[in-house]
């Protein structure tokens, strides 16, 4: 399964957008996204590239259903993977928690 991942873009820099993830900042290149981004803008991340800049009508939803992913997931071995990945690099980042 493949998941991608909401973030917001913090800032552009050419092909690189510096993007926050649930309180997680990571690189991320946007060479096959599907149109521009700029900062304050949400996009959908997977292995490292942006694939899709998320409507504004659809952030609050796309984050939602994120969250209820994870909750709901709690015994899953994926979504374990995902929680211990954003809380590995908040430690790394000095990240608080999500």
Same mark, same amino acid.
């Given at each position: 399964?493949? &998941?991608? #991942?909401?973030?917001?873009? *913090?800032?552009?820099?050419?092909?690189?957008?510096?993007?926050?993830? $649930?309180?997680? @900042? =990571?690189?991320?290149? &946007?060479? #096959?996204?599907?149109?521009? *981004?700029?900062?304050?803008?949400?996009?959908?991340?997977?292995?490292? $590239?942006?694939? @899709? =800049?998320?409507?504004?009508?659809?952030?609050?939803?796309?984050?939602?259903?994120?969250?209820?992913?994870?909750?709901?997931?709690?015994?899953?071995?994926?979504?374990?993977?995902?929680?211990?990945?954003?809380?590995?690099?908040?430690?790394?980042?000095?990240?608080?928690?999500?």
């Amino acid at each position: 399964m493949c &998941l991608g #991942v909401p973030g917001r873009v *913090v800032a552009v820099n050419g092909q690189i957008a510096q993007v926050d993830f $649930f309180g997680v @900042r =990571r690189e991320t290149r &946007l060479d #096959v996204i599907d149109e521009p *981004v700029q900062a304050g803008d949400y996009v959908l991340n997977h292995v490292g $590239f942006a694939i @899709r =800049r998320i409507p504004d009508h659809e952030i609050e939803e796309t984050l939602a259903l994120y969250e209820v992913l994870l909750r709901e997931a709690e015994n899953d071995m994926m979504a374990a993977d995902v929680r211990s990945e954003i809380d590995a690099a908040q430690l790394h980042s000095g990240g608080s928690g999500g």
